[in-house]
Structures are given as structure tokens and as C-alpha cells.
């Protein structure tokens, strides 16, 4: 088996403690310290959250405030706040990091592959020319260059550049 050396990992993976709360995105509503929880912004009806295990530096998730929602029951105004946070988030992505694409995407029930099935969210993820390597396709693994601290810090000051 090949090993990948990255010792500055250590310092994220052991700040998960104890049991993960039952929905990610109501705790980190909850929360109060956006910057712990990787809130990087929130709306009236909907919010930008980073992804914790992210395909891509920047893999950002844009989410209901209202917990047990499907895409076919929110409201016009959550989907279009939620869209519109989206188109945010891809022009504060396309300015800090300079994507090639993106992948814009939900997914609608656990068996669509949706990890937390009973909270809408949309995923935004960066993509570049040559992202997917030898990394990924024989060693298994993705390398995400930067810590999300950084991520959480680039994204929030160019979400608060595009305020409306």
C-alpha cells in the first residue's frame, strides 16, 4: 500500500470530536462561529457552507435554512435565494481561484448519493484542466492544496466583495 505523507492534516482531523451531529448544515446554522463551522455566508432563507471533505479546493454547498425539505417542496423563494447564492459563490470561486468549470449539482435521496439526504443542498465544485491525475486514478487519493481555514478565509472575503 502507498502512503501520502501530510502531517499538516493532523491538526484538521483531530478537531472532530465526540459523535457528528445528526444534520451538519442545522448545526452549523446553530453554531454561531461561522468561521469553525465553515459558513461563509448566510442569507435570509439559505446559506454557503464549505464542504469538510471537499472533491476540490473551494467545493462549496449552498443550503436551506429549513431542515426536512425536498427540491419539490421548498418554497420559489428558498430555491431562487438558494440559485442565487450559487451564482455567488461560483463568481467569488472564479475570482479567488480561476476554475476552467464547474459541477453544479444535487443529489435527492441517499441512494442519488446524497450524504445528508434530509437537507437540501446544491454542490459547487471547482474544476481545472489536468485535476483529475495519477493521484486519484492509481493512487486513490485526492490532494486538496490548502487548508480550509484558508479556503474559509479567500472565499469569505470575496463573498463580502459581491454583497449585493
Known amino acids: 500500500m502507498e502512503q501520502l505523507w501530510a502531517p499538516w492534516r493532523m491538526r484538521y482531523v483531530s478537531t472532530v470530536t465526540g459523535p457528528l451531529p445528526a444534520c451538519i448544515f442545522c448545526a452549523a446554522l446553530a453554531a454561531g462561529d461561522d468561521a469553525q463551522t465553515l459558513v461563509v455566508c448566510r442569507g435570509k432563507l439559505s446559506f454557503l457552507i464549505l464542504n469538510a471533505y471537499p472533491y476540490a479546493s473551494g467545493h462549496l ?48 435521496g441517499r441512494i442519488a448519493g446524497a450524504g445528508m439526504p434530509d437537507h437540501l443542498h446544491v454542490h459547487i465544485v471547482p474544476r481545472w484542466d489536468g485535476d483529475t491525475n495519477f493521484m486519484a486514478a492509481i493512487g486513490e487519493t485526492k490532494v486538496i492544496p490548502e487548508t480550509l481555514g484558508t479556503t474559509w478565509e479567500r472565499l469569505s472575503v470575496a463573498l463580502r466583495s459581491l454583497d449585493p
Not at 449552498?62 to 425539505?69: F, M, P, Y
Not at 447564492?85 to 480561476?98: V, W
Not at 464547474?102 to 443529489?107: E, L, M, R, S
Open 61 to 108: 454547498m449552498a443550503a436551506l435554512n429549513r431542515h426536512g425539505v425536498s427540491l419539490m417542496d421548498a418554497s420559489t423563494a428558498e430555491l431562487k435565494e438558494t440559485m442565487e447564492l450559487t451564482q455567488r459563490a461560483m463568481r467569488a470561486l472564479q475570482a479567488t481561484y480561476r476554475p476552467h468549470g464547474f459541477n453544479v449539482g444535487v443529489n435527492e
